[in-house]
């Protein structure tokens, strides 16, 4: 098994980047198993900054990652209305989400 959490971005803006975990497809750790390197590397890849990352996960419910300056700190319980406001769709209504 993949140690690196796989995963794509769905959408991206100034406000935040929506990324979807492929964990299932590649047989890998998740984003929840792996939140701090995912933040890192996106972070790192000059695609968060300040924006606010939020992750479909395997089971299809969506999460926020928050953190500081290429660090994760905490889960939170995504909102649909918060992620709709933001990217202008709901998650579920991704190709993938349903």
Same mark, same amino acid.
């Given at each position: 098994?993949?140690?690196?959490?796989?995963?794509?971005?769905?959408?991206?803006?100034?406000?935040? $980047?929506? $990324?979807?975990?492929?964990?299932?497809?590649?047989?890998?750790?998740? $984003?929840?198993?792996? =939140?701090?390197?995912?933040?890192?590397?996106?972070?790192?890849?000059?695609?968060?900054?300040?924006?606010?990352?939020?992750?479909?996960?395997?089971?299809?419910?969506?999460?926020?990652?928050?953190?500081?300056?290429?660090?994760?700190?905490?889960?939170?319980?995504?909102?649909?209305?918060?992620?709709?406001?933001?990217?202008?769709?709901? =998650?579920?209504?991704?190709?993938?989400?349903?």
């Amino acid at each position: 098994m993949n140690n690196h959490p796989e995963y794509t971005v769905e959408a991206r803006n100034e406000r935040g $980047i929506l $990324i979807r975990d492929l964990a299932e497809h590649f047989q890998c750790r998740s $984003i929840t198993n792996g =939140p701090e390197e995912v933040v890192k590397e996106l972070y790192d890849r000059g695609l968060l900054g300040n924006r606010r990352l939020f992750y479909i996960d395997t089971m299809g419910f969506t999460d926020e990652l928050t953190h500081d300056e290429g660090k994760f700190m905490s889960y939170v319980h995504g909102n649909e209305d918060v992620i709709k406001s933001i990217f202008g769709f709901s =998650p579920s209504s991704t190709p993938e989400g349903g």
